[in-house]
Each structure stands twice: as C-alpha cells, then as structure tokens.
C-alpha cells in the first residue's frame, strides 16, 4: 500500500511543524500546554493541510496517553464505546486521548456521549474541525474545551516543507541521481496550495512520479512539471518582486480610476496566485486614502468583507473580495484624509511647530491652574450648535490649513454646514 508523502514526512517534534507559530512558537498557549504536559479537552478549527492531526500526535506521544483516532464522518457511538472500554486496563494505563476529527459531523447526541469521560478526564479529547466550532459543537463540549484556530500556512513556510519533501523523494526514488528543484516550481505548488501544506506535498509527490531522468543521471522538478501537476499555470508573479507590485499598483490605480472591470480583472491575479494577504490589506488601505471621506461608510463594509474572505478562506473568499472591490471601484472618490495627514505629517518632520496652547493642556491634576492650563479653554457644547472658536493649533503653525474639504457631496455638505455655522458667529 502507499503511503502519501505528507504522511511519511509528518512531523514528530513541534520544531518541525511548519506554521501555526501563533500557537506553537515559543512562548505561545498551545506550546506552553504542550511542554508542561498538562492537556486539557482542546478543539482545532482551521482548514485541512495545515497540522491539527500532526500537532494532535505530538501531543500524544508526549503524553503517554494512548492515542485512539476517529473520523466523526463514519463513526460511531459505538466506536466511543468501545474506546472507553479500555480505560483502566493495561490497554491504557495512563488514559486515553481521543482524536476526532470533522466533529461537526456528529450529531447531538453522539457528541453528549463523550462528556461523562471527558469530565473525569479518563479521556482526554483532541476535536478538529473545519467548521466554525462556535455554529457545531454544542456548548456542553465547547464549555469544556479550549478552542485553537489553525491558520491557513503561509507560502513561505510551505516551501520549506516542500525542500523537505523533495529530500525525501530524492533518497527514496532516485537514490544516484542529482535531483534539482526549480524555484519557480515549489512557488508555484506552494501558492496554488491555498495554505494546505498536504496539498503541496501531494502535487510535488505527483511531479517526481511522472519526471523522467536525464541522461546526465539529474533529476529536473520544473515549473512546467509543477503546473501540469496543480493543473494550474503559474502566473508571472512574485510576491517580493517587480510583479507583485505592478499587479497592486494597476489594481489600486483601477480602483481609483473608477473601472470595476479592471479592478475585478486584477484582484483575479492576485486571487489566481494565492495572496490573500496582500488583497486584504490593499483593499483596506484603498477604503481610507481613495474613497476616504466621500464615503465614510465603505471602510466598515468593506472590513467586513475582508474578515468574511479571512474566515472563508479561497476559493469562497473570493466572493466578499469580488462584493469589496465592486463597492470601492463605483463609489466616489476622496483623497483628502491622506492628503491632510501628510501634510501634517510633513511639518512634524521639518519645521518646528511650537508647543500646545496653554488653554487647551490637561487640567485635571493638582496644581494646573498655576501653570495656566486650561484657564481659558471654552467648552464647545456650552454654545450653540456646539461651536465656538478659539485657537487650537500651536502659535507658530496657528493659521496653517491641512484638511480641504473634498468636492464630492458629503464633504460639500459638511463644507456648507460649517461655513452656515461659522459665519453666523
């Protein structure tokens, strides 16, 4: 029978897992756990591929327990019956720790099963799932158990894996042979991935089965291997090159320029090559510095949108994206936040902007009055419609303009509005 590579290669020491560093780096809850080898009932939720059954087993071999696992898929109540049926014997002197995987997959009933062992701690119960446990597992479970989200693994640390692999693969299948690993092909097997590292090594696993050697007595794993294996070809992309920063450059400048067609056609290369990350962060960046105040309201939409894209994770991730982009691309457009933090921005940097009024300075201590502090503030709320004017900036920068309002409608409004205000004083 064969054994898939992600198996064979399934790390045995927390040091060799790849991601998941914001549980298991060091100093972090899950490792701490881990070393004091004290488990409570814990739940993984996250994706496949990215290490909950691998960290499970760590867990377990440093426990002592004797590890039982189960697929809620085609199990049983009867299966956790039997488990428990080993409990205080030789079979499992020390306790039982139980991992069930795709728990969301039991009923009701069948996850109530576990709680009278799970409150004695005759077992110990590892659940993962890649549903939102929160809407899965009843809250009987959940009160007993720590929730760890797993990440999708980014594909830097996917690459590692992949090294990894192919040493493997190399003394495994071609024991003689030079085996060489094209750059581009493991970035290529680690973004199409999506974060599943088992993915990636089950692609590359598939390239050496179809590479043929050369005469040379070397072994070549090419791109072009790499993207008949993932079915998927690799985009010019780079994500610390020229490409990465040309395809946001032309995503955001769409954006700006109103063109949804463009937007939409360049976050599907981004989308394409995987980069989740750098989507969501330009898109949020854009919601403030293009759209800015002529629609204050897009960037809470459209941060609701990127943590729906982060929850979901690719491919449905691209439907709140889509939603996002869409939104930004057809509202109207406003740079004057940014240009006004720049500008004051600018002045700290390079002119000496003199200190705070004294009127406006804290006074809330003993003794504020005789530095003068806040004697001569005005409350704004104390006069009509809550305005009344005094200076606020420093004395050497007092008439200094750094925001201007936009000519899009709701700036207009607001510029009406305080103008009304201001001229009727």
């Keep these: 029978m064969h054994t ?58 440093k426990t002592g327990k004797t590890l039982h696992k189960l697929n809620a898929t085609t199990s049983s109540v009867s299966d956790i019956k039997n488990i428990a049926a080993t409990l205080d014997s030789f079979l499992a002197p020390e306790g039982v ?11 009701k009933k069948q996850q109530q099963s576990l709680l009278e062992f799970m409150e004695n701690g005759k077992i110990t119960l590892i659940a993962s799932t890649t549903e939102n446990p929160y809407f899965y597992i009843y809250n009987a479970v959940l009160s007993r158990s720590i929730v760890f989200e797993f990440k999708p693994v980014s594909a830097d640390d996917i690459i590692m894996a992949l090294k990894r692999g192919v040493e493997i693969l190399s003394s495994e299948m071609f024991k003689g042979f030079k085996v060489e690993a094209e750059e581009d092909a493991l970035t290529h097997l680690a973004h199409t991935s999506n974060g599943d590292v088992r993915k990636a090594l089950n692609s590359l696993e598939a390239v050496c089965m179809s590479v043929r050697p050369t005469e040379e007595k070397s072994v070549i794993i090419s791109l072009e291997l790499a993207e008949q294996a993932t079915q998927k070809k690799a985009l010019r992309y780079d994500k610390d090159g020229d490409s990465h920063y040309d395809i946001l450059s032309a995503f955001q400048k769409s954006v700006r320029g109103s063109d949804p067609d463009a937007a939409i056609h360049y976050l599907a290369r981004l989308i394409s090559a995987g980069d989740l990350a750098s989507i969501c962060r330009r898109i949020l960046v854009m919601a403030s510095e293009d759209i800015g105040l ?23 991730a691209r439907i709140p994206l889509a939603e996002a982009v869409i939104l930004l691309a057809t509202s109207p457009k406003s740079n004057s936040a940014i240009c006004a933090i720049d500008d004051a921005l600018n002045d700290i940097k390079n002119i000496d902007t003199g200190d705070i009024p004294s009127h406006l300075k804290d006074a809330h201590y003993s003794g504020s009055q005789k530095l003068g502090h806040g004697l ?29 309002f936009g000519d899009n409608k709701t700036e207009t409004l607001a510029k009406e509005y305080w103008s009304k205000i201001k001229q009727s004083l």
């Design 97 to 107: 720790l139980l991992y069930l995987d795709e728990i969301q997959n039991f009923n």
């Design 376 to 404: 001569t503030y005005k409350y704004p709320h104390s006069y009509p419609d809550h305005y009344i004017e005094q200076q606020y900036l420093p004395d050497n920068i007092k008439d200094r303009k750094y925001y201007e």
């Design 4 to 61: 898939p590579l992600a198996n064979r290669m399934r790390p045995t020491r927390l040091e060799d897992v790849v991601g998941q560093t914001h549980l298991i780096g060091d100093n972090k809850l899950l490792r701490r756990i881990i070393e004091n080898n004290e488990v409570p009932n814990m739940i993984f939720y996250g994706p496949s591929g990215v290490g909950k059954t691998t960290v499970a087993n760590i867990i377990a071999s």
């Design 294 to 316: 002529a629609y204050p309201q897009a960037v809470t939409i459209v941060k609701a949108c990127v943590d729906s894209a982060l929850q979901l994770g690719l491919p449905e």
